[in-house]
Nanobody, 116 residues
Framework: QVQLAESGGGLVQTGGSLRLSCAAS????????MGWYRQAPGKQRELVAI???????TYPDSVKGRFTITRDNAKNTVYLQMNSLKPEDTAVYYC??????????WGQGTQVTVSS
């Protein structure tokens, strides 16, 4: 099974930017989609961004226009560029991979904290 490892989290002020990386131990080319999810304390895990193997991207309204997901198949890495960060973006961010239907592969998560 391909292992996913997130990095790039940290503490940033409101309005700041961070770029998260998700490095896979193997090829991500075969996955139908790669995604980023997040989970804040006391809340359910929620979708942040998806990018399909064809490059199509999807974002919820809460991050649309601020976050950008990209993938580099040659480096087996997925990125999440986060701009104009808000305190409500504070959460643990997880990278995930979808083989066909289910999100079967998950990373350990990286903490993002946005101070007001």
């Amino acid at each position: 099974q391909v292992q996913l490892a997130e990095s790039g989290g940290g503490l940033v002020q409101t309005g700041g930017s961070l770029r998260l990386s998700c490095a896979a131990s193997g090829s991500i080319f075969s996955f139908t989609a790669m995604g980023w999810y997040r989970q804040a304390p006391g809340k359910q895990r929620e979708l942040v961004a998806i990018i399909t193997s064809g490059g199509h991207t999807t974002y919820p309204d809460s991050v649309k226009g601020r976050f950008t997901i990209t993938r580099d198949n040659a480096k087996n890495t997925v990125y999440l560029q986060m701009n104009s960060l808000k305190p409500e973006d504070t959460a643990v961010y997880y990278c995930a991979a979808r083989a066909i239907v289910d999100w079967d592969n998950w990373g350990q998560g990286t903490q993002v904290t946005v101070s007001s």
